[in-house]
């Protein structure tokens, strides 16, 4: 698969599909872990999901409700996302590795982003369809955002710089995120031009824009809302 041009045919190829599969599993669960759902259902006992726009992220969020609790929000979804990559890669790159590529320092460090591309993936999965909140979740900017630069931080200047201007100079967050979900499969094939790895990268920038598609309609006609300071009052 990801190594078969560096060993040889009679060499450990990989990682166990276990090992793979559970870093899905937990990938998956820690993407589940809402910070707009947990806080404005259990601490404010008013589900953001019955506000604005209806989705569960930090925007609608902030909109709804602002105040310091925001930062609760953020802190939430820029964790779980540390922690899905990080494990992802040192599963897959490191424990893993104990099968018999991690004297192989090459073929490791490839195994370990894959790992970190791998467990994004489900992270993201997670995030915007929660098995625990009837599948109704976020649109992964956030967790997103914190995913590029764990994997590499020349591929957050590109996804970041791009997102901020954007954001600054129309004041659209939607448009950002556009710009974000596609550029991230470019610039990983830039800087890492393999088939599986800009796979995963094409998956991912797939779901952001595939959340951001009544965004995308309401850019296109005109109508989508630009972000404030101030939030919308009940």
Do not use: Q
């Not at 806080?39 to 969020?61: C, E, P, Q, W």
């Not at 109704?136 to 997102?163: A, N, P, Y």
């Not at 974000?180 to 890492?192: K, N, V």
Request: glycine share 12%; aromatic share 16%.
């Amino acid at each position: 698969m990801l190594d078969s041009f560096y060993l040889d045919p009679n060499a450990v190829t990989g990682p166990d599909p276990l090992g793979i599969l559970m870093v899905a599993v937990i990938a998956y669960f820690c993407g589940c872990f809402n910070g707009a759902v947990i806080v404005s259902k259990y601490i404010l006992r008013d589900d953001v999901r019955n506000h604005g726009s209806g989705n569960a992220g930090l925007t609608n969020f902030y909109r709804t409700f602002g105040g310091p609790l925001t930062f609760v929000v953020i802190l939430c979804d820029v964790l779980k996302a540390v922690v899905a990559v990080l494990l992802g890669g040192w599963l897959l790159g490191t424990v893993a590795g104990a099968n018999g590529y991690a004297a192989n320092e090459r073929i490791s460090s490839m195994w370990a982003l894959f790992g970190e591309y791998w467990a994004a993936l489900f992270c993201l999965l997670g995030h915007m369809f929660p098995c625990m909140f009837h599948f109704k979740g976020g649109k992964g900017i956030l967790s997103g955002g914190t995913i590029v630069w764990m994997i590499d931080w020349r591929i957050g200047l590109v996804v970041w710089v791009g997102f901020l201007l954007l954001f600054l100079l129309t004041k659209y967050v939607s448009l950002g995120s556009i710009w974000a979900g596609a550029s991230f499969p470019f610039a990983t094939w830039y800087f890492y031009p393999d088939p599986v790895i800009v796979l995963l990268a094409f998956l991912l920038g797939a779901l952001i824009l595939w959340k951001h598609r009544s965004n995308i309609v309401r850019l296109i006609h005109g109508n989508e809302n630009k972000f404030s300071v101030h939030r919308k009052k009940n």
